[in-house]
């Protein structure tokens, strides 16, 4: 993956699904997993829409991986898109998906729903060349085979930078099955720079610095005051620390 971003290519891929795992009591920070952990790529939370077309409902889904990644504590996700009951396409009657889970399926279409942030992401910033970030627009560029800075960079610093910030400071979510329930808080580990918001992102295209590097930054711990400080890499544009105002 990191491989790819270097060539040029824009790479979008999901932080993982373990955001429930208490295994060692952690309640599901540093379950960022390969590739999502790489600090180039652009790693994408689940949030749950409700069922609803606004935003305002919308939830973290509890099992979205939260960051810092392990070992080397970078900040991860970078940002939030819809992942939870995704409608797309189905692969027909035939299919594994089709067949163990007929409850998913939406009957007056084409399409049927699932758990896939990267996936949808990945749509939703393509855009059909035409309006996205990942697209071409005005002639700005933005196409995600480019090797130029602005082909991965910019889409990167664009997304999280008018990614929304409105979020609760935590909820709550019981399993159908085994009943337990699952908190969920909206830091920083578990939401990133925000949650994807395509209008802000095509009225900010033209508001993207034009150098830099888009390394997401290392968390620090100081275990004497517990305090947590973000270090950022001299050559990012992060550093300046405007796409998460802190």
Do not use: C
Not at 69 to 88: E, M
Not at 92 to 98: D, Q
Not at 124 to 143: A, F, I, K, N, V
């Amino acid at each position: 993956m990191e491989a790819a971003w270097k060539a040029g290519i824009v790479v979008v891929v999901a932080a993982g699904n373990d955001g429930r795992d208490n295994s060692f009591g952690e309640n599901g920070y540093g379950t960022i997993e390969a590739p999502g952990n790489d600090p180039y790529v652009i790693t994408v939370g689940a949030m749950k829409t409700e069922g609803t077309y606004t935003r305002v409902d919308d939830l973290i889904a509890s099992y979205s991986s939260k960051g810092p990644t392990q070992v080397d504590h970078i900040v991860k996700p970078d940002i939030l898109a819809p992942g939870n009951r995704v409608v797309s396409l189905g692969a027909g009657r035939a299919a594994t998906l089709w067949t163990n889970y007929p409850a998913h399926q939406v009957q007056t279409s084409y399409y049927q729903s699932g758990p896939n942030t990267g996936t949808a992401f990945f749509f939703m910033l393509s855009g059909h060349q035409h309006g996205y970030p990942g697209g071409q627009r005005e002639g700005r560029g933005y196409t995600p085979g480019a090797p130029e800075f602005n082909a991965r960079i910019r889409s990167k610093i664009l997304l999280m930078q008018t990614a929304s910030k409105f979020f609760p400071a935590s909820s709550t979510v019981v399993d159908s099955t085994s009943k337990q329930s699952y908190t969920s808080y909206y830091d920083i580990f578990t939401v990133g720079a925000g949650y994807f918001d395509l209008g802000a992102a095509l009225a900010g295209v033209g508001n993207v610095p034009t150098s830099g590097t888009a390394l997401s930054p290392v968390a620090n711990y100081n275990a004497s005051s517990g305090a947590v400080t973000l270090a950022f890499d001299p050559s990012s544009v992060f550093s300046n620390r405007t796409v998460w105002g802190v």
